[in-house]
């Protein structure tokens, strides 16, 4: 059969520089990423020392300011890279997502103080970082969280636990929301915690269904104290810091679902062109053919959708309704092209020897996190007819 390679995305990029860093994203993908994808995805190990390599590249602080070691890339090209890495393998690309997911907090609202000490060595400086705002029992109602900051002097006692944390147990940072005051989504406060503060444990990670490779755990703080200076924003303003970080970490998840989604489209049209049944490659017969034409069609629409969100944001528009659409749209588009590329596969599909089952159990996982598909809805229904009923 012939081999029939998967051709890059070819990417509308705004500058030369972008178009050279998605040259060494491609070149640090199939150099150290892709030999070892399938079996450390397989053996559920996180890729650590690919983070590293990643931070010193400068991969890791890509849209935040060159000041403090970021790398001044519009969110267009930074989505971009996401989707590069997450076609190669999801745990790389929404981990990266997931540790500026966790700068945010700081670089959007720390004071000039607190980003000039901590953001070059978040941003360039080898570390990783997780966000801890969902809890056991406060998932989709983030304002319901009971994990509590208790101030003592110069310090604050945070105590209680987070649940669903991409990075719990491995990370060397966590931001954190807790409660510092009155019930509701006024008396929350954001903390930057460091990872190895006295009093912070991390419960063994969940076994997942997929995206084994990333691990997610519950993070407990018993007492854990840090500095007013770690304070984020004004007290009270946490939930506002967590939810204007989540705006931008949705089109994160997007650009990755689109990644996983191109590389299932990518799979499933190799095998269809080299599978012969009835005397012919199977991408010859209409019904086929149909499939992925649709597969690729939403692709470009879920790409379009994303990339047109970042310039909002870019441009310093509001983007918090397009940035749920995108989240929305291209997830659920990953769940379908993943799907019917293992329906393409037939057999091979559902076996492990083919990544097609891989990229669908890790396409739903997408579905749910930074807000499930249903909030999106509310978020978007919200900014069409207002705050409405429940």
Request: with cysteine.
């Amino acid at each position: 059969m012939p081999d029939r390679a998967p051709q890059p995305v070819d990417r509308q990029l705004p500058t030369e520089e972008a178009r050279d860093l998605i040259s060494l994203v491609r070149d640090i993908a199939q150099q150290e990423i892709v030999p070892k994808a399938a079996e450390e995805e397989d053996a559920g190990r996180f890729p650590r020392e690919l983070f590293t390599l990643l931070s010193r590249s400068g991969l890791l602080g890509l849209p935040y300011d060159s000041e403090y070691g970021g790398g001044d890339q519009p969110y267009e090209v930074y989505l971009q890279v996401l989707e590069e890495l997450a076609a190669v393998r999801l745990t790389v690309g929404l981990g990266v997502s997931v540790h500026s997911l966790a700068s945010y907090a700081l670089a959007a609202s720390g004071t000039k103080e607190q980003q000039v000490e901590h953001l070059p060595a978040m941003l360039g400086g080898g570390m990783l970082g997780a966000y801890c705002l969902s809890e056991p029992h406060s998932g989709s109602d983030a304002a319901a969280l009971r994990t509590r900051a208790v101030r003592d002097g110069d310090a604050w006692v945070i105590t209680g636990t987070k649940a669903w944390i991409t990075h719990g147990g491995i990370a060397d940072f966590y931001t954190v929301m807790a409660r510092t005051g009155e019930e509701g989504p006024r008396g929350i406060t954001a903390f930057l915690v460091p990872g190895d503060a006295p009093g912070l444990s991390a419960a063994p990670p969940e076994k997942k269904m997929g995206l084994k490779g990333s691990p997610t755990a519950q993070v407990h703080f018993d007492g854990v104290r840090v500095t007013d200076d770690r304070r984020i924003g004004e007290e009270g303003q946490g939930l506002a810091i967590a939810l204007s970080a989540l705006d931008s970490g949705r089109l994160g998840i997007a650009a990755c679902a689109i990644g996983v989604a191109q590389a299932a489209l990518d799979e499933a049209l190799a095998y269809a062109t080299e599978r012969r049944q009835f005397g012919k490659p199977i991408a010859d017969f209409q019904g086929l053919r149909f499939m992925l034409a649709d597969m690729a069609t939403q692709i470009e629409a879920g790409r379009a959708l994303y990339l047109a969100a970042a310039r909002l944001r870019d441009a310093g528009r509001p983007f918090a309704a397009q940035a749920a659409m995108a989240k929305l749209h291209c997830t659920d588009t990953a769940m379908r092209v993943t799907t019917d590329a293992v329906q393409i596969l037939g057999g091979y599909g559902y076996t492990a020897d083919f990544p097609a089952e891989r990229y669908m159990r890790e396409a739903k996982v997408l579905q749910i996190v930074e807000g499930t598909n249903q909030i999106q809805r509310m978020v978007i229904a919200r900014h069409l007819v207002g705050p409405g009923g429940r």
